[in-house]
């Protein structure tokens, strides 16, 4: 059974440029969840999608974006990018909310 | 809302010793709490959980923590450390049902003296 997949597994982009990081969950699974993690911050909770409904979101500004198709493939958006978005993006997929997160190995955006 | 603090950034233990990682939780309710561990440039496994039930649990690879709802901690232990321990350990709390998602602590880096 494949894991989770987050593609790509690096990144670099431009100040104010946007970005568009993907997850493809654990087939089965209809829960995706997103975190950001820096060494300042630690992790922290982006937002979580289930059955394409958004459930709930973190205290992250609305350049922050998501969305989760009928597949449960899910894709996080960030426009307007500044130097403090350089973080690893993780992406975790359970069954249903609240269940056993299983987690991607990352995207690790950097922003120069 | 829910939080956990992490005693200890770094902790050392020599190979073959006792590991010990502390977490304590603030929770409004009931919590499910979790280890994770992540290795560098790599996500985070589950090591183990509680959500219910007994309050001693088991994990992979010999680690095991127990729910102390008293003292509010869900400490982490493995009798005898291995070299491939070595690696960043995160305790978390959620709210079941997945409410506000996960919290984590900031994290302990275990490392493994020879």
């Known amino acids: 059974k494949a894991g989770v997949t987050q593609t790509p597994r690096y990144l670099i982009k431009t100040r104010g440029q946007q970005v568009t990081l993907s997850c493809s969950p654990i087939?089965?699974?209809?829960?995706v969840s997103w975190y950001q993690q820096t060494p300042g911050q630690g992790l922290q909770f982006l937002f979580e999608?289930?059955?394409?409904?958004?459930?709930n979101k973190g205290n992250f500004p609305g350049r922050f974006s998501g969305r989760q198709f009928s597949n449960s493939r899910s894709e996080m958006n960030v426009s307007t990018l500044e130097l403090g978005d350089s973080a690893l993006y993780l992406c975790?997929?359970?069954?249903?909310?609240?269940?056993?997160?299983?987690f991607g190995q990352g995207t690790r955006l950097t922003v120069v | 809302a829910q939080s956990v603090t992490q005693l200890g950034s770094h902790v050392s233990v020599s190979e073959g010793a006792l590991v010990l990682l502390r977490c304590n939780y603030s929770s409004s309710v009931p919590p499910y709490l979790f280890w994770y561990v992540q290795y560098p440039n790599q996500g985070l496994q589950l090591l183990l959980k509680y959500t219910t039930g007994a309050t001693l649990v088991k994990g992979i690879n010999g680690f095991e923590a127990e729910f102390k709802k008293s003292e509010t901690s869900f400490h982490l232990t493995k009798p005898s450390a291995h070299m491939s321990d070595a690696a960043e350990y995160f305790c978390?709390?959620?709210?079941?049902?997945?409410?506000?998602?996960?919290?984590f602590g900031k994290g302990t880096h275990l490392i493994i003296q020879p």
């Open positions: 975790a997929s359970s069954v249903s909310p609240g269940a056993e997160a299983f």
């Open positions: 978390a709390v959620s709210l079941g049902g997945g409410a506000d998602g996960l919290t």
């Open positions: 087939s089965g699974h209809r829960s």
């Open positions: 999608y289930f059955s394409e409904t958004q459930r």
